[in-house]
């Protein structure tokens, strides 16, 4: 792949307008959630009825996905009753796409109709009580990369996608959140490897040193990833109801003495073993937004 480095601003409401109709023209499928299916996490895609998929390479403007266990498709259906369209592969900063580039996905979400976000991704454990096969419900996350200046909202602020300024104290949903627990709790087996913390977005895609991964334990993280916290301030941005949750793929390194066993072709392969269950978590989580929207 030719490298592409954009510029910071990525994306005009005009652009993101022209794909939206692009698709909406070629589907009849009208999504009110977009889902994000994060490294090894396709198979949410494969869950999908009355599929119109669209690979990236035939949409116009948008990115290609370069990474592993990222298939590289827009998917539009409906998961259960409800109509979804799905990203099977994300984009990451560290595949050379600003964070703009990154999340315009998001804003394409938006304008295809959909008024909540679910994102999900692989991420490594800082807190030593998790376990690798753990889900980790999003509560709250550390945008290290937007304390460093760097954020998919930089620049010009187009009011019709959101506001110049964002409150971000609620940005996953409290309401969605506690649905997600009451539907994991009903599920067997769930109880046991069913967290909620703070996820923290780096750039990567080195892993971390030893003593980042201490630090970040000092500042209250609990799950150490590269990607979702841009998409969920883009989505925020233009009034999104947001949910998110990380597989727990690894045990970050946090000591000299331990062998380091980062390999992430397994961390897609911890994502295939859950496959059954996270499918059966996000379609319980998308009925209940439908039931939502329907009452
Ligand atoms: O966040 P997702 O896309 O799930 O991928 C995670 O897995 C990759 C590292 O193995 C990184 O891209 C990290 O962000
Ligand atoms: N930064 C980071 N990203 C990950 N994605 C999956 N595991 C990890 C990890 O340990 N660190």
Redesign the pocket.
Known sequence: MEFDRDTIVYGSYEMVQEIATYLLERTGIRPRCGIICG?GLGCLADQLTEVDSFDYDTIPHFPVSTVAGHRGRLVFGRLGDVPVVCMQGRFHYYEGYSLAKCSMPVRVMRLVGCTHLIATN???AINSQYRVGDIMLIRDHINLMGFAGNCPLLGPNDDRFGPRFLGMAKAYEPELLSVAKQVAHRMPGMDEILREGVYCC?G?PN??TVAEGRLLELLGVDA???STVHEIITARHCGMTCFAFSLI??M?TMSYDEEEE?CHET?VDVGRQLEGRICELVTRVVASIGDSEST
Request: hydrophobic content about 45%.
């Open positions: 490294s692989a991420a490594g780096v990567g892993f971390e150490i990833g590269m793929t690894n970050c980062h961390f």
